[in-house]
C-alpha cells in the first residue's frame, strides 16, 4: 500500500471517498487491508472519507492451476462462501460501503471456457 500513502500524503483537496480493491483467498488479508486503508485516512486527515471495497472476489493465484482453480470456484459454494464471509467481515470492519461486480459473460467465465 505504498502508493496509497504516498498518494494521501501528497493529496490537498477534500476527498469524499476512496476506493479501493483486494483478491484474497480468505477474509483476514481483506480485513488487515480495510484496517490499513481506514489507518492511512485518518493518518493524513481525512477521518470522515469514505473507505469503499469497490472490487473483490476469491483468487488464490493469477497464474497456473491455481487460477483456473479460482475461476471455478467462483461459481460454487466455495465462492459463495467466500461472498458471505467477505460482506460480514466488511460489514463489521472499517469498510463504509462494499461492491461486488459480475456481468456476464466476463474474463472470468471467458477463461474458465476456454480451458474445459
Same mark, same amino acid.
Given at each position: 500500500? $505504498?502508493?496509497?500513502?504516498?498518494?494521501?500524503?501528497?493529496?490537498?483537496?477534500?476527498?469524499?471517498?476512496?476506493?479501493?480493491? $483486494?483478491?484474497p483467498y480468505g477474509t483476514e488479508e481483506t480485513k488487515e487491508r480495510a484496517d490499513t486503508v481506514r489507518s492511512l485516512l485518518d493518518k493524513y486527515g481525512f477521518e470522515k472519507t469514505e473507505s469503499i471495497l469497490d472490487e473483490w472476489n476469491y483468487v488464490l493465484d493469477w497464474s497456473g492451476d491455481n487460477m483456473t482453480y479460482s475461476f471455478i470456484q467462483l461459481k460454487k459454494i466455495k465462492g459463495?462462501?467466500?461472498?458471505?464471509?467477505?460482506?460480514?467481515t466488511c460489514q463489521h470492519g472499517s469498510v463504509d460501503m462494499l461492491m461486488y461486480y459480475d456481468a456476464r459473460p466476463c474474463a472470468y467465465r471467458q477463461y474458465y471456457q476456454l480451458r474445459k
Open positions: 500500500m $505504498v502508493w496509497t500513502e504516498k498518494f494521501l500524503s501528497q493529496l490537498k483537496a477534500p476527498l469524499d471517498f476512496f476506493s479501493w480493491h $483486494v483478491y459463495a462462501s467466500f461472498n458471505l464471509a467477505t460482506m460480514c
